[in-house]
Structure formats: C-alpha cells, structure tokens
C-alpha cells in the first residue's frame, strides 16, 4: 500500500531534550515536505526536499532541522525542543509539485 | 495581513443542502489552486485541484477561481454527513515553486 507513514504519533517531551520525528514513504516520490499545523494558522511548511541530499528551508524552519540521505526517508530535528513547538506535525510527499500530495497521519507534540 | 485567508466557520448544514466553502489571497503570483479536506485526527488528503482561472467539476464537487479577484471556491452539492471534516485552501506560484501557502482551513459539520 502506497503510504507516508510517521514515528511517533503522540509525543511528550520537556524543553531542551533533543528529538526526532521519522517520516517515511513507500512511492519513490522525489519531493518531500514537513508542515506544522496550529488552530488559526491552518498549515505552515517548515523544511521541503526536492530530492536527496537537497533540502531548503520553508516558512517557519527556525528551530528544526531536516536531512535526506535517502529518497524514502525525511527525518525531522529538534535540537533544543521549546513550548512554542508543541504542535501537529505533518510529512508529506509527492513526484513533483501539481501532483497529488500524500500526507502522513501526523505526530502530536507536546513540549513542556 | 495573511497571505491566504480562509474563514475558519465552523459551518453546518443540513444533509443535502450545498455547502460554500472561499478563500482570499493577496499574493498575484499565484498560479495552482488546490483544495484538501482533512478528517479528524488525519493528514490532509487533496480533494481539487485547478491551475489559474476558470471552475472544475468532480462530482459533487466543483472548485472556481477567480484570479482577477483573488477568490477561490469550492461548492459541494448533495452534502452528506461524511463530507464533515475541515476544509483547507492550499495554493502556489509557477515556476517550479514547491511551496504552498495554506489557509487556516473551514471546519464543516453536515447534520443528518
């Protein structure tokens, strides 16, 4: 089955502990995405990859970090997690832009 | 002044009633117009998609955009209970511009 799937769903972390999110897909789609979502603010790219090894920042990139050392793989940092980061986090993933963008189930962050 | 805006509602109608669902947006260099709907507690999946102006029809679905007014919709006649989820705009330039600019989406309730 065609899918993105993300690692955790649910998380609960405190300030400054680092962590990471996993975003996976299974399609051999080139371009990949990270996306939070806030009530009010609807979604917001964080980082995008257009294939391995590129990656460029997106509209709210500060505090995170991604890498693409695989084309199936899109893992997404926090280095030092604050409260302002808890949020709903989505990857996403799809052969190139006009194209149908799949969307993973999402990962709940909480930062305390 | 956010670039896509999108009454968040929430709206909600009985079964079989139409259902209009708008967005603004201020930047002109947007070319590609897309639709998500969003169930709860799931990734955004994409519903319409049109590129610059004119309407599109799926369905019961039909999106339009007006360029020269910088307003899109999306109408979806019949309604039916499974259409509750949240609706989200989602937009971007030409170009090969992989970045898409959301609004904060419209949540819709169909009542049966």
């Known amino acids: 089955e065609a899918q993105v799937t993300q690692n955790p769903r649910y998380l609960i972390t405190v300030t400054g502990k680092k962590l990471t999110v996993t975003c996976s897909q299974n399609?051999?789609?080139?371009?990949m995405s990270w996306y939070r979502q806030d009530p009010g603010l609807g979604l917001r790219q964080i980082y995008y990859?257009?294939?391995?090894?590129?990656?460029d920042k997106g509209d709210v990139p500060e505090g995170y970090k991604v890498s693409r050392k695989e084309k199936r793989n899109f893992p997404l940092i926090l280095e030092s997690p604050s409260p302002n980061q808890t949020s709903l986090y989505f990857c996403?993933?799809?052969?190139?832009?006009?194209?149908?963008?799949?969307f993973g189930p999402g990962t709940r962050l909480t930062v305390l | 002044q956010k670039e896509v805006e999108q009454d968040p509602g929430p709206l909600s109608v009985p079964e079989g009633a139409i259902v209009s669902l708008n967005c603004t947006y201020s930047?002109?260099?947007?070319?590609?117009f897309m639709w998500y709907r969003q169930y709860s507690r799931k990734g955004p999946e994409l519903l319409m998609y049109?590129?610059?102006?004119g309407n599109k029809e799926d369905g019961r679905f039909t999106a339009q955009v007006d360029k020269s007014s910088k307003y899109i919709s999306l109408f979806i006649r019949d309604s039916q209970p499974s259409d509750s989820a949240t609706y989200l705009c989602?937009?971007?330039?030409?170009?090969?511009?992989?970045?898409?600019?959301f609004g904060a989406g419209t949540t819709v309730t169909v009542r049966a």
């Open positions: 930047n002109s260099a947007f070319q590609y």
């Open positions: 996403a993933s799809s052969p190139r832009i006009g194209d149908t963008q799949y």
């Open positions: 399609m051999n789609h080139e371009y």
């Open positions: 990859s257009m294939n391995v090894e590129v990656t």
């Open positions: 989602a937009m971007s330039a030409e170009g090969g511009d992989y970045k898409l600019s």
């Open positions: 049109t590129y610059s102006s």
